[in-house]
């Protein structure tokens, strides 16, 4: 252990066979209703209707067209997923302003044995809104997820010094609210003021401009088919506390020129000082560059818990990646050409060497 660190597409989901067992018990016994079951791509996402959660779920066609079930809370979406009442799962992990969303990163990596499928990045508008009617005088309260709110201090300071901001599991639960209680205004995506016939009082009020909230696909098993444009999750826990240990985990990635996007700590759960490490990082477990450096890791620094190989959303490191394969795959030709040298007994005159 460390010791005192702080801290989208229109085509269907490519899955290849996986080893892991499912932990619904019912797609054990009866294969056939758990395969029903599938077909109907119940997806499990943070509602109610209109939120970010729901406008990034349907910002990819295909994930649309599947049977879409909200829950009031992130850990619901998970454990609905985890259970089988659902066949995925769609949540936020990770935001450009606030940063990581804890409360998913640590559900997955710890309670859950979920994998991500995909990954879809969303600009982020925040705007204010109300009833019909309402002004910025008349109102009393602001509610609004603590993501949303806390991204749009400035504003709030400055137009509504006095007025308390009252949380919500959601930026569609609080238009909800809005629709309904006078002097109540919420804040959230355009998206919510349409479901919930709300008035704009102010649009795009955050904080910083180019805000973007990324969201993960998660399913109890299946890896994607590598796409050349994919990234690779995994939790890092060290078997032992010494210096130096984290240098030298970091040096396996560095050593074959594979990209860190990001690079977490969380506590796990065990004691003040005992962190663990989230990476993401460029590449697919399909990748012998990939598979080598996690070999590498688990064999000498860490135990390693899977999180997925999907494709990343935005641009990436590819021509980097490729040329640290083909690098690597010369290294490989060239060590079995060393190694093609050694003789062995049977080869030699007498069957002895010397």
């Not at 990954?119 to 005088?137: F, Q």
């Not at 007025?163 to 919510?192: D, F, M, R, Y």
């Not at 994919?230 to 020129?257: H, M, N």
Request: charged share 20%.
């Amino acid at each position: 252990m460390i010791r005192g660190v702080g801290p989208e597409s229109g085509s269907a989901i490519p899955i290849v066979a996986s080893e892991r067992p499912s932990r619904n018990p019912a797609a054990r016994r009866a294969p056939a209703l758990y395969s029903e079951r599938v077909t109907t791509k119940r997806i499990a996402y943070l509602g109610p209707s209109g939120t970010f959660t729901e406008q990034a779920l349907r910002s990819e066609p295909d994930l649309a067209a599947m049977d879409l079930v909200p829950f009031p809370k992130f850990v619901d979406v998970l454990d609905a997923t985890s259970n089988g009442d659902t066949d995925l799962g769609f949540v936020a992990i990770e935001n450009a302003i606030e940063g990581t969303v804890n409360i998913t990163l640590d559900a997955l990596a710890f309670d859950h044995d979920l994998l991500i499928q995909r990954e879809v990045v969303l600009d982020i508008h925040l705007n204010l809104m109300a009833a019909p009617g309402t002004t910025m005088n008349d109102v009393t309260v602001v509610s609004s997820h603590p993501v949303a709110s806390a991204q749009c201090r400035k504003f709030l300071h400055k137009e509504l010094p006095d007025v308390p901001v009252k949380a919500a599991n959601a930026t569609a639960e609080a238009a909800a609210l809005a629709a309904t209680t006078p002097g109540l205004a919420a804040i959230g995506p355009a998206l919510a003021a349409q479901n919930y016939g709300l008035d704009m009082l102010a649009t795009d009020i955050a904080d910083h401009e180019d805000n973007q909230t990324r969201f993960v696909l998660v399913g109890r098993s299946g890896v994607p088919q590598p796409t050349g444009h994919d990234k690779t999750t995994v939790v890092l826990t060290q078997r032992e506390d010494r210096p130096g240990s984290l240098v030298a985990i970091l040096q396996q990635f560095a050593a074959r020129s594979i990209n860190l996007s990001r690079l977490s700590s969380r506590p796990v759960k065990r004691g003040l000082g005992d962190y663990c490490f989230i990476v993401d990082f460029d590449g697919h477990i399909a990748d012998e560059l990939t598979a080598d450096c996690l070999r590498s890791i688990h064999a000498k620094h860490a135990d390693i818990k899977f999180l997925g190989s999907y494709p990343t959303a935005g641009e990436g490191s590819t021509a980097t990646r490729a040329e640290a394969e083909s690098a690597w795959a010369h290294a490989h030709t060239w060590m079995n050409s060393l190694r093609g040298q050694i003789v062995t007994s049977e080869s030699l005159p007498n069957g002895k060497l010397g």
